[in-house]
Each structure stands twice: as structure tokens, then as C-alpha cells.
């Protein structure tokens, strides 16, 4: 029984462990015992006290199985533990009642909401600038078109653009999470509390607590960041987008999930990740080594795991640059759009022409549709306020 493996374990991994269950029965696994394995493990002392509770709590009661019952179930674990947060009560409680069959449906009912979507989803782009939105719905404006916007690591404290600070107070509703909205042809960089450092590329958000809780580390992405993410072994980092969850330690890694495109990614260039799928957000999902590529397609519903030549080429935005490896033209259209917050129409009748190599971003967009034009035959042309693609 490998006990470092355990080391980096959150309440939820107890819970769903096959050796932890085995232990919690009274079992021995080679040779350890529960009392053995928490003397091991002090500083997840904590964890998983929570996950014997909750695992006791409902499997004493596995034999009453009505939707009544399961509520009553959660209700008496709920009250016994008021002094923790209510949300991953709910996620952790959900999970256990998945493992010994309650029925899938106690996951969806436990965990239709979340949150930090919640927040996500209740703010739009009102500027052509990035904007920081604090938890008290106070917008703040930054005009560089690449923003810089670093947290002290109380949260209590923003500084903009090296140049201006300013103070963040608690909310009165409890919920804090601020929010970073980049639009099209701006980006971002953000130094969270924790020391993770986020690259927000154009056209995307991100929500996250100005601090994180004891308990874990959380972020919801739509659109497409880099993350280089500060190790912290008793505290795991979930990057939520609206399809997926990527779970790390300390890594580097980048997720594309805009809203408007079928397939949503995540490629590791450093360290592991385990990426699942939201509705199976409690499974052992799948883990990727570096160099490798997690797509989810939304008309499919899967995910696929792939080998890529170099990760790198995927965070060379950050550099400005835009690397295509056989990319159609309808789909680089809609990068460089997002990148240059210009309107592109492609009107072409070989809409599966295929393109690979490497676009320097620094240039204008007019330099980049030249460069389109002489390699595939294009046409473009400007019609009003935005650009046409044709043959």
C-alpha cells in the first residue's frame, strides 16, 4: 500500500478509494489497518474524518431507498455538520450515494447547481476593455490591451497594471468570487492569491475566489487560459469549465473551451492532470502525461485522449503567435476574429482546405489574410466593417 499516493488525497478521493472503503469496513490492507493508515497520514487527518463520517452516515442507511429517504439521509448528515461549507457537503454526500448505488439520479439532483457558474453566468461584456468584477458587482475597466492584475495573498488587495491598488472588502452575501472578462483582440494576465499565474486569451472569463477555502482550490474557464499552477499538496486546483473538470497539484497546462466551438480541450505541457467529464464528476475521469491532448466534443458527448508533437504550440498565443496544425479555414477564421476582435465571413465553397505552420499575431489582421491568400489561393476582401473570405 503505497502511502505517498494518499499524500495528495481531498475528501472526495477517500471516498471513492477502494482501499479506503476496504479500510473503513474494518478490513486490513497489506497489513495496515484504518487506525494505522491515519497515523500515517496526519495531515489528512481531516479529510478523512469527514470522508468515514459521510461514508457511515449512509451506508448504516443504504437499505431505505426512496428519493424521501436519500434527502433525509443528506438532511442528518447536513445538520450534524453545520460549521462546514454547505456546497461540498452536497458534492461529497451526492458521490457516496453514486458509489453504493442509491441511483444516479441523487448526483443530478445534489448537484444541479454550483456557484461559481452561477456567477459566470449572471455578468456579460459591457466594455471593449477587460474588466475585473469584484464580488460586490463593482466593475473595474483596464484599458492595456494586455492587462496585468495581481492578488495579495490575503485577497484583500489587487494591484492593476503595476501602477494602481485597490482594496477588496468581504461581501455581505457570502459568495466571494471576482471575475476577470477579457473581450476579443485583449488578454490578461492574473497572479491568483494562491500564486497560480492564469493567461486569459481574448474572448474569455474566468471566476475564482479573491482567496481559496481549506477546503480545495476552484476556478470556472470559458474561453481559453493558460494556468501554471502553484503546488500545493494538501490543497487540489479544479479548473470547471461548462463540460469538463481538470484536476492538478502543480502544473502547466491549457484549456480551450469557448462556448460556440463543438471541441473543447485541455493539453498538458508539464506535470498531471485528470480530466473528466462534469456528469461524471466523481469518477476516476483520465489522467494525461505531458504532450498529451484531452478533447471533448459537444455533439459527440466523449472525450479522447491523443499524443501531440509539442505542447508548447499551444500556449504560443501567449507569445503571439498562433500555431495551426491542419486546421480548416472556417475554424482559424473564428481564432484570428477572437484574437484581433475583428468580423471574418467565409464564403468560400472549400470551406475543408487545410492549414498548418505558425502565424505571427503581432502583425495587423489584414497582413495575416494576406499570408492566408497566397498560401491557399483565397480570396478576401473588406465589405463594410468586416473581412470576406471566398474563392
Same mark, same amino acid.
Given at each position: 500500500?503505497?502511502?505517498?499516493?494518499?499524500?495528495s488525497?481531498?475528501?472526495?478521493?477517500?471516498? =471513492?478509494?477502494?482501499?479506503?472503503s476496504?479500510l473503513?469496513? *474494518?478490513q486490513?490492507?497489506?497489513?495496515?489497518?484504518?487506525?494505522q493508515?491515519?497515523?500515517?497520514?496526519?495531515? !489528512?487527518?481531516?479529510?478523512?474524518?469527514?470522508?468515514?463520517?459521510?461514508?457511515?452516515?449512509?451506508?448504516? /442507511?443504504? #437499505?431505505?431507498?426512496?428519493?424521501e429517504?436519500?434527502?433525509?439521509?443528506?438532511s442528518?448528515?447536513?445538520?450534524?455538520? /453545520?460549521?462546514?461549507?454547505?456546497?461540498?457537503?452536497?458534492?461529497?454526500?451526492?458521490?457516496?450515494? =453514486?458509489v453504493?448505488?442509491? *441511483?444516479? %439520479?441523487?448526483?443530478?439532483?445534489?448537484?444541479?447547481?454550483?456557484?461559481?457558474?452561477?456567477?459566470?453566468? %449572471?455578468?456579460?461584456i459591457? %466594455?471593449?476593455?477587460?474588466? =475585473?468584477i469584484?464580488?460586490?458587482?463593482?466593475?473595474? &475597466?483596464?484599458?492595456?490591451e494586455?492587462?496585468?492584475?495581481? $492578488?495579495?495573498?490575503?485577497g484583500?488587495?489587487?494591484?492593476?497594471?503595476?501602477s494602481?491598488?485597490?482594496?477588496?472588502?468581504?461581501?455581505?452575501? *457570502?459568495?466571494?468570487?471576482?471575475?476577470?472578462?477579457?473581450?476579443?483582440g485583449k488578454?490578461?494576465?492574473?497572479?491568483?492569491?494562491? *500564486?497560480?499565474?492564469?493567461?486569459?486569451?481574448?474572448? %474569455?472569463?474566468?471566476?475564482?475566489?479573491?482567496?481559496? @477555502?481549506?477546503v480545495?482550490? &476552484?476556478?470556472?474557464?470559458?474561453?481559453?487560459?493558460?494556468?501554471?499552477?502553484?503546488?500545493?499538496?494538501?490543497?487540489?486546483?479544479y479548473?470547471?469549465?461548462?463540460?469538463?473538470?481538470?484536476?492538478?497539484?502543480?502544473?502547466?497546462?491549457?484549456?480551450?473551451?469557448?462556448?460556440d466551438?463543438? &471541441?473543447?480541450?485541455?493539453?498538458?505541457? +508539464?506535470? !498531471?492532470?485528470?480530466?473528466?467529464?462534469?456528469? #461524471?464528476?466523481?469518477? /476516476?475521469? @483520465?489522467?494525461l502525461?505531458?504532450?498529451?491532448?484531452?478533447?471533448?466534443?459537444?455533439?459527440?458527448?466523449?472525450?479522447?485522449i491523443?499524443?501531440? +508533437?509539442?505542447?508548447e @504550440? $499551444?500556449?504560443?498565443?501567449?507569445?503571439?503567435?498562433?500555431?495551426?496544425?491542419n486546421?480548416?479555414?472556417?475554424s482559424?477564421? !473564428?481564432?484570428?476574429?477572437?484574437y $484581433?476582435?475583428?468580423?471574418? &465571413?467565409?464564403?468560400?465553397?472549400?470551406? @475543408? =482546405?487545410?492549414?498548418?505552420? #505558425?502565424?505571427?499575431l !503581432?502583425?495587423d489582421?489584414?497582413?495575416?489574410?494576406?499570408?492566408?491568400?497566397?498560401?491557399?489561393?483565397l480570396k478576401?476582401?473588406?465589405?463594410?466593417?468586416?473581412?470576406?473570405?471566398?474563392?
Open positions: 500500500m503505497n502511502i505517498d499516493h494518499y499524500k488525497f481531498s475528501t472526495e478521493d477517500f471516498i =471513492l478509494d477502494d482501499n479506503f476496504k473503513t469496513k *474494518g486490513s490492507v497489506d497489513g495496515i489497518t484504518l487506525d493508515f491515519k497515523a500515517l497520514l496526519p495531515e !489528512k487527518n481531516k479529510e478523512i474524518a469527514f470522508a468515514i463520517e459521510i461514508r457511515n452516515g449512509l451506508t448504516t /442507511k443504504k #437499505k431505505a431507498t426512496s428519493t429517504r436519500k434527502a433525509e439521509m443528506l442528518e448528515i447536513l445538520h450534524s455538520r /453545520k460549521h462546514m461549507f454547505i456546497r461540498p457537503i452536497f458534492r461529497y454526500a451526492a458521490a457516496v450515494l =453514486l453504493i448505488g442509491l *441511483g444516479i %439520479s441523487s448526483l443530478w439532483l445534489f448537484n444541479s447547481h454550483n456557484d461559481i457558474e452561477d456567477f459566470a453566468s %449572471s455578468t456579460s459591457k %466594455s471593449q476593455n477587460a474588466e =475585473l469584484l464580488a460586490d458587482g463593482k466593475r473595474i &475597466e483596464i484599458e492595456n494586455q492587462s496585468k492584475i495581481e $492578488y495579495a495573498t490575503n484583500s488587495s489587487v494591484s492593476l497594471n503595476d494602481s491598488k485597490l482594496e477588496q472588502s468581504e461581501p455581505v452575501s *457570502g459568495k466571494c468570487f471576482n471575475q476577470v472578462i477579457v473581450p476579443f488578454r490578461s494576465n492574473i497572479l491568483l492569491s494562491d *500564486g497560480s499565474r492564469v493567461w486569459l486569451n481574448s474572448g %474569455s472569463k474566468i471566476v475564482y475566489p479573491p482567496v481559496f @477555502n481549506d480545495d482550490r &476552484e476556478v470556472f474557464l470559458e474561453g481559453e487560459a493558460y494556468f501554471e499552477i502553484a503546488k500545493n499538496e494538501n490543497k487540489s486546483f479548473v470547471r469549465t461548462s463540460n469538463f473538470r481538470v484536476k492538478v497539484l502543480g502544473t502547466k497546462f491549457n484549456v480551450q473551451a469557448y462556448k466551438e463543438d &471541441e473543447q480541450s485541455t493539453v498538458l505541457l +508539464e506535470g !498531471k492532470v485528470n480530466i473528466a467529464k462534469n456528469e #461524471k464528476l466523481f469518477s /476516476k475521469g @483520465n489522467e502525461s505531458p504532450n498529451q491532448k484531452a478533447t471533448f466534443s459537444t455533439s459527440k458527448n466523449n472525450l479522447t491523443t499524443d501531440v +508533437e509539442n505542447a @504550440n $499551444y500556449i504560443a498565443w501567449i507569445y503571439g503567435y498562433l500555431p495551426v496544425e486546421q480548416d479555414i472556417v482559424l477564421s !473564428k481564432r484570428i476574429s477572437r $484581433y476582435n475583428v468580423d471574418i &465571413e467565409v464564403k468560400a465553397k472549400n470551406v @475543408n =482546405l487545410r492549414f498548418s505552420g #505558425k502565424l505571427d !503581432k502583425d489582421p489584414k497582413r495575416i489574410l494576406d499570408a492566408l491568400s497566397t498560401i491557399s489561393k478576401y476582401k473588406e465589405q463594410g466593417d468586416k473581412f470576406v473570405i471566398y474563392d
